[in-house]
């Protein structure tokens, strides 16, 4: 397929001001199950806790990464012991480091003898280096550790380090791995440093030896008299290896310091030690006829411990589980908390407890069990952390749904009530999947820049977003903060439409939740904001309009009159009859209701016979249109006149039926629009199978065109927008997912006036533009320059869980693409776009192991700096780049240059964005 992509724009959707903390408030019940909630307003909403530390006097104090315009940046905060933010702590309760941070691994925190935090954390960019950061107690930083708090130590190559702990003098233990792309093999290396931050000169690491594998994961523990143990995955294969001291190996543990034990695939994410010196590896593994493998015990000399479990390893036989993070309690018995999964159905967090032989403790909750329920969502399996407080409780948590959560256990396993409410408590720090960002339209001021607009859906709120870009893609720094603004509004919210006033005002409307706990009761809602992005108060009620006629009404569109009046139209269920209707809903300029215009400025409409709004249209002349679709093939069009009522002038009796004739799916997609001379095109989309049908502006056929006024073609996938272009030619966009999933698409489709297909346009009328991850397809702005931009929401990468407002721009209506290579590149994206200050990322497919030079210049072609010159092997590739310091604003080139191939990307830097 042939990349046509101009520039494709990103933009994670930023809900609130980073470093805004709000008092802690209870929401009250969710679900019917009792769980409380607080809430900093920070960030995007991704918060995934990843460790925690209990101070001695109870309270305690997690870390973790928060993600901040598409950035995750490093982030502590304390809580009292009744689960409640301590808002002594830093910004009430919460302490922020606005350095970037690696969020794939693991930040990890403790505490030192003087009380201060120390964090490791890996930047997201392959430095070598490792990372430290020391705070006080309060949670600011201790300026007196390495570079104002912050401690670089230089390390041979780019390494990952994945674990840390302190010992008795304070001394740091570090672990990870090393990668070498010179002879792609991973190097597990060990650093101890001493209190300060120095290297420990006495401490000489011998670790296992090299591999052509990834330590995927790695765990440290330490034995009382200074001896360090280590787990990891190596060769696919779980290894355990043990160190002297002074980091020499100790011999007595295996052949070269290290045993590997013949479980498949086991990853181990905790190492725990017991009195008597016999560890256990906590993890996960592939599954086989005992089950899936959660713990591994080994003896004081690697021996696998027979008397536990099956011949050392502890199998889970009814669900697929992992054991992430655990501890050994005085009496012998061992805890861990993690993730379980009944096969095909949703995860679930989990608490098990166990007798030293791997029996699970009946007196334990349920039979060994205890599973908190929060919010009944999926849990996300990451950042999991379980830690004894001073009182003889447990504390456990992790990341559900990308929002942190808390629940706090007695000796037996029961939820201690004050701790929260009912044991539980769960941040509303947004999440994957209930942030549901949605792009409604984008639009075009007339001085040139465009409006980006969209609604964030939250479990108990939501959002109107709101997004403002210069004519060059960069985000307009004088709108609102920094080019973003979002109004917070009281339910649950999905945007459908917006339209722009002339005096620069926005309408968004959408389908708004009449109730927080009713998922099926909707509402027409929509909201005014003033130019910069505020709400507009003085239209309707404070700003925001909602009508509800019965339990169904789905807003569908929105349009503006030449008046200044406001349409609403779409579906509703009449509450006495229960038969779904067609509506139209007129509002004056200031929001009320036009009592003029139908009943009380409601016009309602019984559907013919039976179908689903698909559009509103208006004619010059001021008279309204709306297409609706019944079921399998069929639609209507029905004439209103501007009071409401049936226009008798059109087709018969003011409707036209229509239908797509020897379709072999169901009416998919059904668009419509008025043409330059009147006349009301339709698009039917059937599967592949779609059509065009061209009625004169009375409703009668236009047998002129194609056969008896209908055009048949195929398409791609589904089209969801249509617009006129200057030239007459009719343009569709649409999204799908190709073959070779995990890429998904935009696409352009061009006709001629006539309805044929474009064959000098793309490929036989059709272009694709290629997206990692999923893409969904919304609006389609088609500028006075010719200039096309297509809008929806998707992901930034396949490997993304947050949606956000993805935008693409094409040049001359789709024809040229912003690949300008000497040979075909496979695949290149840059993210985010526009870049900001600070780091990038570029991914890339190499067909072949080849030198990548990766050069930035100016529009002129003089050269600014090489971002990068090295060798890489066949395949996908993601690199981590950083912008010169000091560069100015405005379009750049990025020249990226292997072996056999040369491209050139124009990029837009901005320094407006932070």
Sequence with gaps: MKQLLIVCLSLIVATSAWNQAIPIEGYGPLGGR??????????????????????????????????????????????LPNGTPDCSFQNEGLSELRIPVDWEYMVRIARTSAGRLLVLFNPPKSESALFLARFYEDGFLDTTFGEEGILRVP??????????????????????????????????????????????????????????HAFHLMSLASLPDGRIMLAA????????????????????????????????GFRPYDLLQFPDSSW??????????????????GLPDGQLDTLFGDRGVLYAKEALEVAASGLVQPDGKWLFAGMGKVYGQTSYFIIRRFLEDGTPDQDFGAKGYVVPCFEEEYFQGSGIFLKAMPDGHLLTGGTVNFKGALASLDESGHLVKP???????????????????????????????????????????SEILSIRLESDGALDPTFSDRGYTSIHLPNSIVGIDAVLQQDGKLIVGGRMRALQTQHHDLDFAACRLNPDGSLDTTFANHGLITFDRGPFDVLGAL?????????????????????????????????????????????????????????????????????????????????????????????????????????????????????ASNQILVMGQMGNQAGFIRLEQHGELDISFGENGLVQFTLPETAWEMTLLPTGQILLAGSGCADFAPYFYFFGARFSEEGQPDSGFGDNGVVFTELAGFSYLSSLLVLDDQTAILGGKGYTSESDTHTGILLVRYLSMLNAGHLCPAHEFPFMDVYPYPISPGVFSLDYDLPARSNIIVSLF???????????????????????????ANLPSGSYLLQVQTEEVKTVIRIIFSNAIR
């Design 280 to 297: 256990m590896v906590l993890g996960s593994g592939q599954a086989s006829q005992k089950g899936w493998p959660i713990a591994v015990k």
């Design 155 to 212: 390390v041979p190559k780019p390494t990952h380090f994945l674990d840390m702990l302190l010992q008795e003098d304070d001394a740091i233990l570090v672990a990870g791995f090393e990668e070498n792309p010179e002879t792609n093999t991973h190097t597990c290396r060990v650093i101890r440093l001493l209190s300060d931050g120095q290297i420990d000169p006495e401490f000489d690491p011998q670790p296992p030896p090299p591999s052509p």
């Design 419 to 461: 701790f929260g409410k009912d044991g539980m408590a769960i941040s509303v720090w947004g999440g994957s999947n209930p942030l549901n960002v949605e792009c409604c339209k984008i639009l075009t001021r007339e001085d040139g820049s465009i409006i980006a607009t969209g609604t964030v859906e939250k479990p108990f709120e």
């Design 858 to 884: 100016t529009p002129e072609g003089k050269k600014v700096e090489t971002l990068l010159d090295i060798c890489r092997p066949e395949g996908a590739h993601s690199e981590w780049l950083e912008m010169p």
């Design 233 to 264: 995955l190596k060769d696919g294969k779980l290894i355990v290896g043990r160190l002297l001291p002074n980091g020499r190996q100790d011999l007595t543990f295996g052949e070269e310091a290290c045993k590997y034990y013949p479980i498949s």
């Design 559 to 675: 349009a503006l009159q030449k008046d200044g009046k406001i349409l609403l139209a779409g579906d509703m269920e009449n509450p006495e009859t229960l038969d779904r209707e067609l509506v139209v809903y007129r509002l004056l300029p200031n929001g009320q209701p036009d009592t003029t215009f139908g009943i009380e400025g409601l016009c309602a409409l019984r559907h013919f016979p039976s179908g689903t709004f698909s559009a509103l249209m208006l004619q010059e002349d001021g008279k309204i249109l709306l297409l609706d679709a019944h079921p399998p093939w069929g639609f209507d069009i029905v004439r209103l006149l501007s009071n409401g009522k049936f226009d008798r002038s059109f087709a018969i009796d003011g409707l036209f039926n229509g239908s797509f004739p020897d379709a072999n799916t169901p009416l998919q997609s059904l668009l419509g629009i008025v043409t």
């Design 34 to 79: 009792g769980n409380a909630f607080f809430s900093f307003e920070l960030g995007e909403g991704q918060f995934i806790w990843t460790d925690a530390v209990v101070h001695p006097e109870g309270f305690f104090t997690l870390t973790g990464t928060v993600l901040s315009k598409g950035v995750h940046y490093l982030a502590l905060a304390r809580f």
